[in-house]
């Protein structure tokens, strides 16, 4: 933009200010704001990563994205382990129960996505790094993180 045009930019935005007029800002969904993509809700364990305040009424606040992926990855493990969960429709049946979700849609989107049949037994903590971006995606509408930002908040629940 040459001088011409960035002067009359800032006039442009100096004129909206005087006459009180608003900016739109983009906001980041709340999962991702808090650092807790998979959108846990606060049930009172204690994580690990945990923000030293929780200013969210519902949802966990991470201290960093990998914490919240670290979270969701142990969950999900452990409906394998100790539910016998072992399909990606019961897991999201689980994780975003029918009575408040689309479980049926959010179940078919993870699965195809991740290459899997809903119904198709897995090992679970072997899919998690295809699994967990799906769910962001799901539960934010967009999926921000690099795969080794995923992998390490894997990686950091089997540390």
């Known amino acids: ?14 004129a909206l ?50 914490y919240g992926i670290r979270a969701m990855a142990r969950i999900l493990n452990n409906y394998q382990v100790k539910h016998g969960l072992n399909t990606v429709r019961a897991l999201i049946n689980r994780w975003a129960p029918p009575f408040e979700n689309k479980t049926d849609s959010y179940a078919e989107h993870v699965a195809h996505a991740a290459g899997l049949d809903p119904d198709q037994p897995i090992d679970v903590s072997q899919h998690l790094a295809d699994i967990i971006p799906v769910m962001i995606k799901h539960e ?15 990686q950091m629940a089997f540390a």
């Open 17 to 66: 200010t005087l006459a009180g007029g608003t900016y739109m800002t983009v906001r980041q969904p709340r999962g991702i704001r808090n650092n807790n993509p998979g959108n846990i809700e606060n049930n009172g364990i204690p994580w690990n990563g945990l923000s030293s305040e929780q200013t969210d009424s519902r949802f966990y606040q991470f201290v960093s994205p990998e």
């Open 1 to 14: 933009m040459d001088s011409k045009g960035l002067t009359l930019a800032l006039l442009a935005l100096l």
């Open 140 to 154: 934010n509408g967009q999926q921000p993180y690099s795969q080794s930002t995923i992998n390490t908040g894997i």
